[in-house]
Structures are given as structure tokens and as C-alpha cells.
């Protein structure tokens, strides 16, 4: 993921936005906010063979604090159109080997439960629930559930 895909990259994300199950925000940063809070060897795009971005997956840093520089918290959107193609997987499939390749023993998110889609993707890519944080958020002026998910690597530890 560069700059070159800042324009599609964030219309992947508004899109997910505007659907309402993706996140708590209702609007998209600037280019520069989105890729200032990314960690540059933890994002990916998929692109279609005219460089279309059918989606994305980007990590960040869960803290300074030198005990948690193993875990990352990540999102990852796909273009509506390009769903069911097994675009997600391969996005998620990038991630998980950048960041064992980078000693990196935890990738987490956090998704609403109302986002069936995105769980049982990540379900399949090892991924699995373990918590959920009630009425966390407000959004849209209604109290969100949020569930916990991660990801632990076999071979980082």
C-alpha cells in the first residue's frame, strides 16, 4: 500500500464506513492521518489486473510499551463489489506472514457482532473471539457491543 492507492484506499474504507458495521468512524482521515498510524510493513492492497484496489488490511501498534511490541491491532476492508472472492483471505494470508516474519506473535481487532462476514472470515484464518467489550461506543447514538478477536501465531512465541 502506498500513496498511489491513497484515493481508492480510502474509498475502500468509506464504503465499509457508510455501510455501518464496520467501525465506529463516520468519516475517513486524510491520507496523511490514515498512513502516519499504519506501520509501513504491516499493509497491503489487492488489486484487480487494471490496479483497482478491491480491498485493503493495515496494522498499527497497540502500544510503546516495549512487552507489547509482538501485537498489533489491524482492519481490513474490501471493496463491496469484490466480496465473496476470497480477496479478505488473501489480505489477511499478506498480513499473517509480514507479521510473523517480523517476530509479531498477536494480531487483534475489534468488530462488531453484527458483522457476521468479517467474523467468519477471520475465523478462517485463525482467528478467534476472546471477549466482547458491552456498550463500549456510542455510534450513531446507540451503544455498540464490540468482540474481541486475535490471532496468535504458532511459530512466534
Same mark, same amino acid.
Given at each position: ?111 462488531? !457482532? ?39 501465531? !504458532?511459530?512466534?512465541?
Amino acid at each position: 500500500m502506498t500513496a498511489d492507492h491513497a484515493e481508492q484506499v480510502l474509498a475502500v474504507y468509506q464504503a465499509g464506513i457508510d455501510e455501518g458495521n464496520a467501525t465506529f468512524e463516520t468519516t475517513t482521515p486524510t491520507w496523511e492521518a490514515f498512513d502516519a498510524a499504519k506501520l509501513a510493513g504491516h499493509r497491503f492492497v489487492a488489486l484487480d489486473r487494471d490496479a483497482t484496489v478491491l480491498g485493503w488490511v493495515a496494522a498499527s501498534g497497540v502500544s510503546d510499551r516495549c512487552a507489547y511490541a509482538g501485537v498489533v491491532e489491524h482492519s481490513v476492508y474490501v471493496r463491496p463489489a469484490a466480496r465473496g472472492r476470497g480477496v479478505g483471505r488473501r489480505l489477511l494470508e499478506a498480513l499473517i506472514a509480514s507479521t510473523e516474519e517480523a517476530g509479531i506473535w498477536t494480531i487483534q481487532s475489534g468488530v462488531f !457482532p453484527e458483522n457476521t462476514a468479517s467474523l467468519a472470515l477471520h475465523e478462517r484464518a485463525g482467528f478467534r473471539v476472546i471477549g466482547t467489550r458491552e456498550r463500549i461506543g456510542r455510534h450513531h447514538g446507540t451503544w455498540r457491543d464490540v468482540l474481541l478477536i486475535e490471532r496468535r501465531s !504458532p511459530v512466534v512465541g
